[in-house]
């Protein structure tokens, strides 16, 4: 299927590219494109090396993620982590972010419950995302999730028929289609968590071509 980028930028970030993704998040820090940085303890930004060959992309920090200014730290960062590995995957050399860059949640007494970024929240952070695709240039980005996925391919590549799949968008390397890992976290049934794990490790396991050397 080929599909076409939809919310980032036009790609002409020369400037950022010789400075690098310290500026971009840089500048990132000060973004008010919508109001999820105003309740947020901080920006959680991408991180990784600039030249990983393979890029996850999840869908906005957690409570755990916020407070520690990291993605993917938290239990669906945990299981990230070791799915990863039982893939073949190596996470020190892949380029991990978020589609989302700010943690949105409802307070409710001392906790703080995820609560899903909408369509606008997510386009407008399209841009930071897009601009880190522009300066990796990453051989695969894996969408993690429908949120991921939303922001990179908008609103008409659905994640039920197209998960396991790579596409490859217009301007854009390639996108492994996949599940958000919190998925496989709310499956109360063992042997549905189990086929469902197995299935995403199975997914991962595509972009181990991509990894290079
Ligand atoms: N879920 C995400 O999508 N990203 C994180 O960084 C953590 C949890």
Redesign the pocket.
Known sequence: MNVAPKFGPAFTLESADAAGLDQLRHQAEGCTRCELYKNATQL?FGEGSQRAAIMLV?????DK?DIAGR????P??RLLDTCLEEAGLDRSRCYVT?AVKHFKFEPRGKRRLHSKPNAGEIQRCAWWLGAEIKLVRPNLVVA??ATALYSLLGSKVKLTPERGHILTPGNHPPVLVTI?P?FLLRIRDEEDVARQRANFIADLHRAVQYQGN
Not at 71 to 74: A, E, I, K, R, T
């Open positions: 959680v999840g869908e906005q920090p957690g993620e993605p993917f730290v938290g669906a960062g978020n993690l999730g958000h919190s």
